[in-house]
């Protein structure tokens, strides 16, 4: 599903990959190793909630919808909603299910406990989260669980596409995939894409802080090292398949350059910042949508359906037995 404001769901990757990955919202809004016995005043309730109201006004990418959940958050409080509420990680689950109720979006949610608190400082070492094997029939396989930042992501995807360009077939397994950057997303799509032209990926629509005014981020196909072209290419989603992830399987799907197995994804299509509320609470308001050139639409809400259905316990197998066939089917001609 990373994108300036967005950068969060990267640099938290490790943090919150439970935020990113799992359907459940009850382990959602809790960043892991947060410090208990933290207790809510209705001070503290009636400041997060006008905190998560002005960022809703001012930054939701779509404003009419905002207001309404700005307007049933700050009614919730006036008819003391929150009266008895002093335990704050169940009042961003509270928020969070509040939230979503109105707008649909999930990747609206308020979290307890900053999902930065444990990360490696800036110089550790950085990884791309790239798996990469040889299956038999000589088809390829990669297992991708997020998308870092292209400056780790770009170098990690050339070693793993140079390893893997003399396969027959390749597998890219985003049925763990949570999100990521989608200069990264755009990046991975440009191996399977003609060099010789340059294809509008995806945009990304922003909303101008404050106003009802937006401007359009542009992702293109870019110079790769490789391409793996006029060769069966398979990705594998399910449930867990989030965001950035999504992305990646809905551009190739609809690029007509891969076929998706699995089940339908998430539908997560809403970028947007952490913003902190005090109490050790934050909010994540999506501040942009992601608007495909083809579709003029987005995965939001609905998912991406996959072109074979197989559980995602036997999606892999599903592709291996796929590729196989039409392999065979090729050598035949």
Sequence with gaps: ?????????????????????????ASAEVAPDTARGVLLDQLAIRTVIGGIAAELHEGYVFPDLGVQAADALEKALRDNAYAGVTDPAQFALQLTEQLRAITKDSHMRV??????RNQPPPTAPKDAGFEVR??????GYIHLAR?????????????????????AALIIDMRDNGGGHPASVAYLVS?????????HINDLIWR??????????????????????????Y??????????GEEFAYDLQLLKRATVIGETTRGGANPGGLNALGSDLFVVVPTGRAENPITRSNWGG??????????PEAAQETAVATAKGQLATQSAR
């Design 191 to 199: 191996f399977f894409l003609d060099p010789g032209v340059r294809v």
């Design 235 to 244: 990705v594998l989603v399910g449930p867990r398949t989030y965001s950035a």
């Design 111 to 116: 979290i307890f406990g900053s999902p930065f």
């Design 208 to 233: 101008n802080r404050g106003v009802s005014t937006f401007r359009t981020e542009s992702f293109w196909s870019s110079p790769t090292p490789v391409h793996y072209l006029g060769k069966p290419v």
């Design 134 to 139: 040889r299956l038999d029939g000589n088809v």
């Design 1 to 25: 599903m990373q994108y300036r404001r967005a950068s969060f769901l990267v640099a938290c990757a490790a943090a919150i990959s439970t935020l990113l990955a799992m359907p459940s919202v």
């Design 302 to 311: 609905v998912g991406v359906l996959p072109d074979i259905w197989a559980a």
């Design 147 to 167: 998308f870092v930042p292209p400056e780790v992501f770009n170098p990690a995807a050339d070693d793993a596409m140079r390893n893997l360009s003399d396969t």
